[in-house]
């Protein structure tokens, strides 16, 4: 029942564009994304909550496909900042839990 | 700033041994998860709860117990601790389905 991640580790110059992909095999009630850097709880980013829509966070956003239980994090003109692991977290609709998949480890270098 | 606490922080245990983690939040939350993560790697979930009195097994619920008496504490429990629980436990609350997670700092456990 977890999500799928890819890619599993993206390295990055300042300024750069990254896409990270969530997947799930079953329907998605919701998914989130969180932000863990080293030795530090994860941070949430945001939730997508129906298909198609997009969230924004400074300059990182994400969209949800509903039809195909997908969603992508989209992370703009990277910073430093940015470097970190970004966790995918969906609900489905018949259960109460939330899993996560196994991470997208990003680093950003000046 | 989220206010979800977790004790102890560091904790090193001999093989064999009882040991209960605490959690609690003040923020009302109804649901509530322990997952045990791996440094740098993926998120397990093992216990949740989605009020008082309800608990559900997760992945790695086989070793471990849970209980949820009142709605801000949810203590995980070890009943006999093994070097394969060497591990960071992290718990984390949320307000019902489709709302944000709060993650405590996490229990880093070591059974030697």
């Known amino acids: 029942q977890q999500p799928v991640q890819s890619p599993q580790a993206v390295i990055l110059r300042e300024g750069e564009d990254a896409v990270i992909n969530c997947s799930s095999s079953k329907a998605l009630y919701s998914v989130h994304w969180y932000r863990q850097k080293h030795g530090e709880a994860p941070v949430f980013l945001m939730i997508?909550?129906?298909?198609?829509e997009q969230k924004g966070h400074d300059k990182i956003s994400a969209s949800f496909n509903e039809k195909k239980q997908q969603s992508s994090l989209y992370l703009t003109a990277s910073q430093l900042s940015y470097s970190g692991t970004y966790f995918c977290?969906?609900?489905?609709?018949?259960?109460?839990?939330?899993?996560f998949g196994a991470g997208t480890r990003l680093t950003v270098k000046p | 700033e989220a206010d979800i606490y977790q004790t102890p922080r560091y904790l090193v245990i001999g093989t064999g041994k009882k040991i209960t983690l605490e959690c609690s939040q003040t923020m009302g939350h109804d649901k509530m998860y322990w997952y045990q993560q791996d440094p740098g790697m993926e998120l397990h979930l093992i216990h949740y709860?989605?009020?008082?009195?309800?608990?559900e097994k997760g992945d790695l619920s086989s070793e471990s117990t849970v209980s949820r008496i009142r709605t801000e504490h949810f203590p995980l429990t070890l009943e006999s601790a093994r070097p394969s629980h060497t591990s960071q436990y992290l718990c984390?609350?949320?307000?019902?389905?489709?709302?944000?997670?709060?993650f405590g700092q996490g229990t880093r456990l070591t059974v030697v």
């Open positions: 984390a609350s949320s307000e019902l389905r489709r709302n944000e997670a709060f």
């Open positions: 997508l909550l129906k298909g198609g």
């Open positions: 709860s989605y009020g008082v009195n309800s608990t």
């Open positions: 977290g969906t609900e489905l609709y018949n259960n109460n839990d939330m899993r």
